[in-house]
């Protein structure tokens, strides 16, 4: 098989796996998805970032990333408001109920980042990084036009 269908193929189940582990990370948070949770951390660290911009930091259309926010302020985990000066753009920020559940959820990514990083030296973990980002690039400029 070719080398690059062998990483596609890799790729694609890293992202099923990857999904799985999350769901049993958030279970028992009343967080329904991976997502929620990773739409909390970007949240969490980007006080009033807008919908745009998270729909653009995840790659989720506006319309689903509305959908979501929605979802996740019924349930307590966010807020949103209207930018004052900029009535077309609603912004985002965690709660007190979100910012438990995200401590809640750290000694769990802890514990699952060191199970799954164990076998790669520090080295290695950084040159994955930084060649996964590479790939990224380019798949995004392929989609998008744009990096």
Same mark, same amino acid.
């Given at each position: 098989m070719d080398g690059k269908v062998s990483i596609i193929l890799s790729v694609l189940r890293l992202s099923a796996l990857i999904n799985r582990m999350g769901l049993k990370l958030v279970e028992?948070?009343?967080?329904?998805? *991976?997502?929620?949770?990773?739409?909390?951390g970007i949240i969490s660290?980007?006080?009033g970032i807008t919908l745009s911009k998270l729909s !653009? !930091? %995840?790659l989720v259309t506006k319309q689903n990333m509305t959908g979501l926010i929605e979802r996740m302020g019924k349930g307590g985990? =966010? %807020?949103?408001?209207?930018?004052?000066?900029?009535? @077309?753009? %609603?912004? =985002? @920020?965690i709660t007190e109920k979100g910012k438990v559940t995200l401590e809640m959820m750290q000694? @769990?990514?802890h514990q699952s980042? !060191? =199970? %799954?990083?164990?076998?790669? /030296?520090?080295d290695e973990l950084e040159m994955m990084d930084e060649?996964? !980002? /590479?790939?990224? @690039?380019?798949?995004? =400029?392929? *989609?998008?036009g744009r990096e």
């Open positions: 028992g948070t009343g967080l329904s998805s *991976v997502q929620q949770w990773q739409l909390l660290r980007n006080e !653009e !930091e %995840t985990w =966010v %807020t949103t408001w209207s930018d004052p000066t900029d009535k @077309r753009l %609603t912004r =985002v @920020r000694p @769990r990514t980042n !060191e =199970v %799954t990083f164990q076998d790669f /030296r520090e060649m996964l !980002e /590479r790939l990224s @690039r380019s798949l995004r =400029v392929q *989609v998008d």
